[in-house]
């Protein structure tokens, strides 16, 4: 018996071997399963020799759902929560539904498989202490240049959603925005038998994609290495020390703005060091 709660539960992205032996057990348990797509999901359950009831939760009706999952729950039932692939919520629906779910007193009960960005940082060899996930770019090229702009100074790796139809000009528009330099690792297919992760200088693997179709088909993660740190050792101890004292007083862009103006340094080369030097001794 499980004890009466929404369990959010993680699907494969591809290879159903990825599916825990929990999230089988789990689906087959509850009164009611909430899925992105009853027929996606009906086929998973299939699978798995799941008759469990479905109904559909998604971007469009997941208000309405709340109130038939909280009604089971309060009579002491189970649901559970999948979305098409991978795990609910991320860059799939689910939250509204989770939030109100808590708020309305339930408990909420992760049972965590497989996430598309994970599996790709986990194989791409780019650095994964620290990184940033961005989910989908706009699909218009000027919103996505504007999003990408934002985050050229970001020094933490970014990770990204791709579709098919947009890959090659996503990672265009990065080679303008980061420079063709910047070291991009793509993960397409992962778990499927088009498995491909690749990593190299943005100008060498648009010119590789471009020359095999097969390559921009399917699924995709991209990660972008993280610009690099602007470096304390450009700017002498003097104008370090003299921003150090000013981020301790005031916030880090007026403390950067001052000590610009004292030292003659960028203000942006020292806006990024300070916020370094903050994360640093945090
Ligand atoms: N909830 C999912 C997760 O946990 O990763 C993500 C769902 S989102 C709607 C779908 C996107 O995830 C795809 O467009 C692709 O960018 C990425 N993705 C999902 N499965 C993938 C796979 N097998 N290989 C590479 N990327 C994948």
Not at 22 to 31: F, K, Y
Not at 223 to 248: F, H, M, R, W, Y
């Amino acid at each position: 018996m499980l004890e009466p709660a929404l369990y959010v539960v993680a699907t494969p992205i591809g290879n159903l071997e990825d599916m825990t032996p929990r999230a089988v057990e789990t689906l087959r348990s509850v009164a009611l399963i909430a899925a992105e797509d009853t027929r996606h999901t009906a086929r998973l359950l299939g699978h798995f020799n799941i008759d469990t009831r479905l109904i559909s939760v998604h971007e469009h009706n997941e208000r309405q759902r709340i109130d038939t999952i909280v009604h089971q729950l309060a009579s002491g039932a189970s649901v559970a929560l999948v979305s098409d692939a991978g795990t609910p919520l991320i860059s799939d629906p689910g939250y509204v539904v989770v939030k109100e779910i808590l708020q309305a007193g339930y408990r909420v009960v992760p049972v965590p498989g497989c996430v598309a960005f994970v599996a790709a940082l986990s194989a791409a060899g780019l650095p994964t202490d620290r990184f940033v996930f961005e989910g989908f770019l706009s699909s218009k090229s000027g919103a996505r240049q504007q999003q990408l702009k934002s985050l050229a100074q970001e020094s933490r790796t970014l990770v990204f959603y791709e579709s098919p139809h947009r890959i090659l000009a996503s990672l265009q528009d990065m080679a303008m925005v980061f420079g063709a330099d910047r070291t991009v690792a793509i993960a397409r297919e992962l778990t499927k038998t088009y498995e491909t992760i690749k990593s190299a200088p943005l100008s060498e693997l648009i010119v590789w994609m471009q020359a095999d179709s097969n390559q921009q088909r399917g699924e995709f993660v991209v990660l972008v290495q993280g610009a690099p740190k602007a470096s304390g050792d450009e700017v002498n101890p003097q104008a370090l020390s003299i921003l150090d004292i000013l981020c301790t007083e005031l916030p880090v862009s007026q403390a950067a703005a001052l000590a610009a103006k004292i030292t003659g340094i960028k203000k942006k080369q020292l806006y990024q060091l300070a916020l370094e030097r903050q994360s640093a001794n945090e």
